[in-house]
């Protein structure tokens, strides 16, 4: 019983650092698809390093969504022009987002845009140590 304690502890230890860098994976392979699929419907050649760096700099200083300008908006190369009028529209005429569930509510948004928008985005009041004075994704 006590080998298969040291067994279970040893195994435990060892996985603990590769949590840590799953949320770096993530965000590179989610900024990774995106870009696929973005670049796939534009006809235009699309330099992947700028791409990624502007994508991960919103990662690390999400834009919130409740004091977006269209500016802001438009840093997220994988929403349309109307998207965005929609959310600047619909934060306008309903007031602030309360949750980042109400982006369901929002006309032209499905869920794959969702997914692509939350590692880029938040709602409500942005938490000041997230960002690191980046004015690129502060709004």
Do not use: H, W
Not at 105 to 120: A, E, K, N, V
């Amino acid at each position: 019983m006590k080998r298969l304690f040291t067994f279970l502890v040893v195994i435990f230890t060892c996985s603990c650092p590769t949590r840590a860098q799953d949320a770096v994976t993530t965000i590179e392979e989610t900024i990774a698809d995106i870009f696929e699929q973005y670049s796939a419907e534009m006809n235009e050649s699309i330099d992947y390093e700028t791409f990624y760096e502007d994508l991960l700099s919103c990662s690390r200083n999400p834009i919130n969504l409740n004091k977006a300008t269209q500016e802001d908006l438009d840093r997220l190369p994988f929403l349309s022009d109307i998207q965005v009028e929609n959310i600047l529209s619909y934060v306008y005429s309903f007031g602030p987002l309360e949750t980042i569930y109400e982006l369901q509510l929002i006309d032209g948004l499905d869920m794959t845009d969702i997914r692509r928008m939350l590692p880029f985005v938040v709602v409500g009041e942005a938490d000041e140590t997230n960002r690191k004075g980046n004015p690129e994704c502060d709004s």
